[in-house]
């Protein structure tokens, strides 16, 4: 079966320090990869996805970046915090013909 | 615009009573999902509609899919205080098997 692991659950970092989260996803092959940000009490914002090895869209300009160095590996980076990218951060997979997404336990962020 | 709107985004309902969660979208698609979101946690899926018609049950849970109207809804029976929960929808983003267009979600609160 499939797997998807995130991390880390929480995490506090000061502003104008640098991110690096971390998705994998396991039991399945090229799967289609997402990051979303959700800020408290609202929906879900797709900040990155990807369709295959070093294949990145963006779909919100903003300080972070993402890449994808293996098939089932996934990272959300940024070079220095901002106090608005507080928030949930979720990573998600999808495959196949249909794009019901898995999501992993997710992240939230602090940035103080 | 793509858009996908849910009707109501806050509901506080009694234990025992029935009631139903509205998901308008304005692009075409035929496939709309379901998610349920509990505070602090991750999304789970629910339901996957794949045609016109298409009506799923879980439950006290029940989805379903009119394409023609664009509209989905989510009824509820004889609600419990475990159903809880921030519940979303969310449409394929036509023609890209890629990307879901998401409603904003609706919060429930069941009361005992």
């Known amino acids: 079966s499939q797997t998807i692991h995130q991390w880390p659950a929480t995490l506090v970092q000061p502003v104008g320090s640098p991110l690096s989260l971390e998705c994998t996803v396991e039991?399945?092959?090229?799967?289609?990869l997402y990051w979303y940000r959700q800020a408290a009490g609202r929906g879900l914002q797709l900040l990155f996805y990807?369709?295959?090895?070093?294949?990145i869209s963006s779909e919100v300009p903003q300080n972070l970046s993402a890449s994808r160095p293996q098939d089932r590996q996934f990272i959300l980076s940024s070079k220095k915090l901002l106090l608005s990218d507080s928030g949930f951060y979720l990573c998600?997979?999808?495959?196949?013909?249909?794009?019901?997404?898995?999501f992993g336990q997710g992240t939230r962020l602090t940035v103080v | 615009e793509l858009k996908v709107e849910q009707n109501p985004l806050f509901l506080s309902m009694q234990e025992g009573k029935n009631y139903t969660i509205y998901c308008n979208y304005s692009t075409t698609s035929d496939r709309l999902y379901w998610y349920r979101q509990d505070p602090g946690k991750s999304l789970e899926s629910l339901f996957v509609l794949l045609s016109n018609g298409a009506v799923k049950q879980e439950g006290r849970l029940m989805a379903s899919l009119d394409t023609k109207a664009r509209l989905s809804t989510l009824h509820i029976t004889a609600a419990v205080h475990d159903l809880s929960a921030t519940y979303f929808c969310?449409?394929?983003?036509?023609?890209?098997?890629?990307?879901?267009?998401w409603g904003a979600g609706t919060k429930l609160i069941i009361k005992p």
């Open positions: 998600a997979w999808s495959t196949g013909g249909i794009t019901e997404a898995f």
């Open positions: 039991g399945t092959s090229n799967p289609n």
């Open positions: 969310a449409v394929d983003m036509l023609p890209s098997n890629y990307q879901l267009i």
């Open positions: 990807s369709v295959g090895i070093g294949q």
